[in-house]
């Protein structure tokens, strides 16, 4: 049985980076780089990620999924829906997403995510009494978050990376809600500050500990992450590791799988947030998911002694 059942969506993404390159078909989504956070910190079939494509992921995405050394059971593929396929993803300096140049690009049907998104996911056999839960949704009444709370009921933790419309706000108020049944959440900040109404990471933490999960850890990209522990009522910033950054996409993701894993194993939050700030910066140094290996381990837990001091908040 393994031990985080990983939730969230398989998308090939085509990514401007700082330097005017564009890379075009990579595999990413939340589901795949969230599973690389958590696996990152645990053992061989311990991780298992529950995502849909379509029959037309190509063979390059497909060994992907399969270096990450997680289990694919989850994963379902259709023949009658394509693989879910993003617009043109482009950072500002700040490594917060820009609206992209999508002139000559080509842009996925809204209908198809729709649909995708619609498709039951049956737990497969080994995905049924995970020790923890982790979603990456923006969608508070889809199905696989009832799955969740069902888990949660019988004993899982259950951690939430949020995706909540900051620009309209489409699903605050839904997403907010769902707070009040989750152990631990991992926002992003534009995501954070506005729903506390401030840029004063403080009160912006302190808003947040008032939602319901008992842990928090808001993501600030380069500035590090903010993190509450409700158990000691008390806050810390999280500095960055230091890397060289390539490509920022998905780094909230394994940070947000890499929390989940860390909370796991350690029980403590400022370890657990670290293990996050760590899995991330895996992701920023390079464009798309690196393969899992004993080296990549051994290297992120000598990332995990030299770590920077946290510091009270």
Known sequence: ?????????IIIDNIGLQDGT???????????????????????????????????????????????S????????????????????????????????????????????GRMLARPLALPPAYRAPRAVHLVTEYADEPMVATALALRERGALLSLEPLIDYRAWSNREAMVALLRHVDVVSPDWPSASGIAGSDDPRLVVAHWSRLGPRV?????????????????????HIP???????????????????????????????????????????????????AMSEQLRAAARERLRAAAAVHPL
């Open 240 to 290: 960055a590791v230091p890397v060289t950054v390539v490509d920022p996409t998905g780094a909230g993701n394994s940070y947000g799988g890499g929390l989940c894993a860390g909370w796991l194993e350690s029980g403590d939050a400022q370890t657990a947030a670290t293990f996050g700030a760590v899995a991330a910066s895996f992701l920023v140094e390079r464009v798309g998911l690196p």
């Open 216 to 236: 928090i850890a808001i993501r600030h990209g380069q500035h590090g992450s903010y993190l509450w522990d409700g158990a000691r009522d008390a806050a810390w």
């Open 70 to 113: 997680v289990n694919l059971d989850g994963v379902a593929l259709y023949d009658d829906l394509p693989t879910l396929r993003g617009t043109l993803m482009a950072y500002d300096r700040q490594e917060y997403m820009t609206p992209g140049d999508e002139t000559n690009w080509p842009i996925e049907r809204q209908e198809n995510w």
């Open 1 to 9: 049985m393994l031990e985080i059942l990983i939730y969230g969506k």
């Open 22 to 68: 564009i890379v075009r078909g990579v595999l990413g989504g939340g589901g795949p780089q969230a599973a690389f956070g958590a696996r990152l910190w645990t053992e061989a079939d311990s991780v298992g990620l529950l995502s849909r494509a379509g029959t037309d992921l190509e063979s390059v995405h497909r060994h992907t999924l399969e270096h990450l």
